[in-house]
């Protein structure tokens, strides 16, 4: 079991730059979410998704898109990446059951120059 | 939606001492509140979680307490040791929602 996959590791981008940003996981969650992550405020959701061919916006969801067409892959696009788009960004997963905790995986360090 | 408040954001304490990380809630349908340890560099994982039909969780020497009147939930570490140290994340959700909330982290450090 790998768990939640994220790749890559570490990205730079121009302004300007399209990139999707990659997660897989293998143990068969029905729940999945992105978030990023900046100093002093915590983990804020991107956007999540319940299941296959369903998707949601949660707190900062402007300047990123998402699709969920298999259970396993939720990727996130940044469409025309902006300086404040520099973050780390995680994906988590958890099951479909309510009240359980969430898998992270290794996270995304993204720079925008 | 929920808002969660964290406190403090930073913490130093000596090796051995206990030390408390509190957190408040809003929403009183919040009923699941899971604590997360990030390491510089590192995922979040998960160290322990409760759940609104208790009051008191403990597993080894860390363990949570949930007052559901007040809407607050402590994290407390006991006999801190050096790798204790690393930030510290509460989170609120509840069953019918799909959205975790976060705490905004407390960075503890434990001096050795």
């Known amino acids: ?113 | 939606g929920e808002n969660v408040e964290q406190h403090p954001s930073t913490l130093s304490v000596q090796e051995g001492d206990s030390a408390v990380i509190k957190c408040t809630y809003s929403d009183s349908a919040s009923n699941y509140f899971p604590w997360y340890k990030q390491e510089l560099g590192k995922r979040p994982q998960l160290i322990i979680d409760i759940r609104s039909n208790v009051g008191e969780k403990k597993d080894q020497r860390i363990a949570v307490t949930l007052n559901k009147t007040a809407k607050h939930f402590s994290l407390h570490i006991t006999e801190t040791q050096p790798e204790d140290s690393a930030v510290y994340f509460c989170a609120a959700s509840w069953a019918a929602g799909n959205q975790f909330y976060f705490g905004t982290g407390t960075s503890l450090t434990v001096i050795p």
Request: aromatic share 8%; net charge neutral.
């Open chain 1, 1 to 113: 079991n790998a768990g939640v996959t994220q790749t890559p590791k570490f990205q730079v981008l121009k302004t300007g730059q399209s990139m999707t940003l990659q997660c897989a996981q293998d143990m068969n969650h029905e729940y999945m979410s992105w978030y990023r992550q900046d100093p002093g405020m915590g983990l804020r959701l991107i956007h999540y998704s319940v299941g296959a061919g369903i998707t949601d916006q949660g707190e900062v969801p402007n300047g990123y898109n998402v699709s969920r067409s298999t259970t396993e892959d939720f990727p996130l696009r940044l469409l025309s990446a902006a300086p404040s788009q520099t973050s780390v960004y995680f994906c988590a997963s958890r099951p479909g059951i309510s009240n359980q905790p969430q898998h992270f995986g290794d996270g995304t360090r993204l720079s925008i120059l």
